[in-house]
T-cell receptor, first 117, second 114 residues
């Protein structure tokens, strides 16, 4: 069965410092990987995805993520954090190798990012 | 545009009362539609998904139900609400704004059951 783990409930970073939000996954086939961000009382907004190709993907608001097949990870990164980056971040995976006509998107539990001035 | 409209945005209901949350989508016809619930501002739980009119799949047994009476309309209902039904309900569609494989979410409906 496919699964996603976000090992940190919260990440605290000082403004201007680099940030990393961790994500590991487990699938039987090839993964499609996604990061979403959620601001208070809002729906989830798409940040970036890995489908195939270059392992380093760049997304919205200066975020990037690196697909590491051997470590089954897809960590979210940003070189210089902003206070406005403070939000809840979700990693998600779809197992494109699973059988059946429906490939469900599985979300991690979320990591709360707090960027301090 | 693959816009999603959800209403009401907030709702406070007594235990035992009925519920109807509506989701309508714009854009590509015959989208896959989803209802997720988010409790306590954390993880997402998939409740229902639909691949077409009248086609509903339930992911978890509970006192909620879903219907898709039209291609672009997805409704979440309950005959009698429980306290545990409180949460933030998100409707989503596929394909989405950012591509065929990317879910687009609505702004959500916050339900408080008292």
């Amino acid at each position: 069965a496919q699964s996603v783990a976000q090992p940190e409930d919260q990440v605290n970073v000082a403004e201007g410092n680099p940030l990393t939000v961790k994500c590991t996954y487990s699938v039987s086939g090839n993964p499609y990987l996604f990061w979403y961000v959620q601001y208070p009382n809002r729906g989830l907004q798409f940040l970036l995805k890995y489908i195939t190709g270059d392992n380093l993907v760049k997304g919205s608001y200066g975020f990037e993520a690196e697909f590491n097949k051997s470590q089954t990870s897809f960590h979210l990164k940003k070189p210089s954090a902003l206070v406005s980056d403070s939000a809840l971040y979700f990693c998600a995976v779809r197992d494109m190798g699973s059988s059946g006509g429906y490939n469900q998107l599985i979300f991690g539990a979320g990591t709360r990012l707090a960027v301090h001035p | 545009s693959q816009t999603i409209h959800q209403w009401p945005a907030t709702l406070v209901q007594p235990v035992g009362s009925p519920l109807s949350l509506e989701c309508t989508v714009e854009g590509t016809s015959n989208p896959n539609l989803y209802w997720y619930r988010q409790a306590a501002g954390r993880g997402l739980q998939l409740l229902f998904y639909s691949v077409g009119i009248g086609q509903i799949s339930s992911e978890v047994p509970q006192n909620l139900s879903a219907s898709r009476p039209q291609d672009r309309q997805f409704i979440l209902s309950s005959k009698k609400l429980l306290l545990s039904d409180s949460g933030f309900y998100l409707c989503a569609r596929l394909p989405g704004l950012s591509g065929a494989n990317v879910l687009t979410f609505g702004a959500g409906s916050r339900l408080t059951v008292l």
